[in-house]
């Protein structure tokens, strides 16, 4: 079965400064990974998503995620954090031959001025 | 172009009662998907369709949850009777196929009293 873990309830990164929001997967044969995003009262906005070729992959609102085969994990990052980033995100994987979505527990981003 | 639309936004109800949640997914899209997002976790997917079939219900609640999608377009999610358990979001998202990106609308919150 698939898995996804997103080791931190939150993170807290002051503006301006780089931010990483972490994900590990667990899944048979080649992964399909997605980052989405979750504001107040919203459904889920896709970010990125990772099928197969560069390891780094750049998504909306200048996101981008690092997809680290050996250490199976698909971190999310941005080099400088803005304080609209503030907001719930969820790590995604599936299996190259499964429809299924599977979603990690999520991860709050609070971004202080 | 027009995003995955729910109704109601928000729905109170009490223990034993019904209740039905309804979803129009985005023009043309044929594959269309409800998750149960219980607060502080990541959404759990409950069926998926493909057109006006199922493609997987595995994790739905059977003897409580249904879920048809009568002309392979609007759709609609119903519980009855209603737990205390099932207090949560639950979020529809549609995609132009099986495996392609999903799209969420912004979700019926439910409460069971």
């Known amino acids: 079965a698939q898995s996804v873990a997103q080791p931190e309830d939150q993170v807290n990164v002051a503006e301006g400064n780089p931010l990483t929001v972490k994900c590990t997967y667990s899944?048979?044969?080649?992964?399909?990974l997605f980052w989405y995003v979750q504001y107040p009262n919203r459904g889920l906005q896709f970010l990125l998503k990772?099928?197969?070729?560069?390891?780094l992959v750049k998504g909306s609102y200048g996101f981008e995620a690092e997809f680290n085969k050996s250490q199976t994990s698909f971190h999310l990052k941005k080099p400088s954090a803005l304080v609209s980033d503030s907001a719930l995100y969820f790590c995604?994987?599936?299996?190259?031959?499964?429809?299924?979505?599977?979603f990690g527990g999520g991860t709050r981003l609070m971004v202080k001025p | 172009e027009a995003g995955v639309a729910q109704s109601p936004r928000y729905k109170i109800i009490e223990k034993r009662q019904s209740v039905a949640f309804w979803c129009n997914p985005i023009?043309?899209?044929?594959?269309l998907y409800w998750y149960q997002q219980i607060l502080g976790q990541g959404p759990k997917l409950l069926i998926q369709?493909?057109?006006?079939?199922?493609?997987?219900d595995s994790q739905l609640p059977k003897d409580r949850f249904s879920a048809e999608r009568l002309k392979g377009v609007d759709s609609t999610l119903k519980i009855q009777p209603a737990k205390l358990e099932d207090s949560a979001v639950y979020l529809c998202?549609?995609?132009?196929?099986?495996?392609?990106?999903?799209?969420f609308g912004a979700g019926t919150r439910l409460s069971v009293l």
């Open positions: 998202a549609s995609s132009s196929g099986l495996r392609n990106i999903q799209y």
């Open positions: 899944v048979s044969g080649n992964p399909y």
């Open positions: 990772y099928i197969t070729g560069d390891n």
């Open positions: 995604a994987v599936r299996d190259n031959a499964g429809n299924m979505l599977t």
């Open positions: 023009s043309g899209h044929a594959t």
């Open positions: 369709f493909q057109n006006n079939g199922v493609v997987d």
